[in-house]
Nanobody, 127 residues
Framework: QVQLVESGGGLVQAGGSLRLSCAAS????????MGWFRQAPGKEREFVAT????????YYADSVKGRFTISRDNAKNTVDLAMNSLEPEDTAVYYC????????????????????WGQGTQVTVSS
């Protein structure tokens, strides 16, 4: 079982920056691919970014490419999402997710690919 806790959300003006962090429990964190997703009011949950277990591979949604950066620290069991040039369209609850499978070097962009989810952190971008 993996428990995930997100932090770092808040209110920011358009053009500003935020850094989200996800802390994971357990000793298998470094063996799991991780992802960030978001859900805006009235919309389906959508993929944001993913990183492979060792951090060598990353993949981003087109809507955030060049503005967001995903990274992980396997010694601290954390995965971060640095968000720059934020836009009102980025307003959503952001969720951290972990894969069930271990020792996987690939990245995954579908929510069904992930077994464990955090409770989310709200990001609001004002215009």
């Amino acid at each position: 079982q993996v428990q995930l806790v997100e932090s770092g959300g808040g209110l920011v003006q358009a053009g500003g920056s935020l850094r989200l962090s996800c802390a994971a429990s357990g000793r298998t964190f470094s063996s799991r691919a991780m992802g960030w997703f978001r859900q805006a009011p009235g919309k389906e949950r959508e993929f944001v970014a993913t990183i492979s277990s060792a951090g060598g591979n990353t993949y981003y949604a087109d809507s955030v490419k060049g503005r967001f950066t995903i990274s992980r620290d396997n010694a601290k069991n954390t995965v971060d999402l640095a968000m720059n040039s934020l836009e009102p369209e980025d307003t959503a609850v952001y969720y951290c997710a972990a894969r069930q499978a271990l020792y996987d070097t690939r990245t995954y962009s579908r929510s069904n690919d992930y077994a464990y989810w955090g409770q989310g952190t709200q990001v609001t971008v004002s215009s």
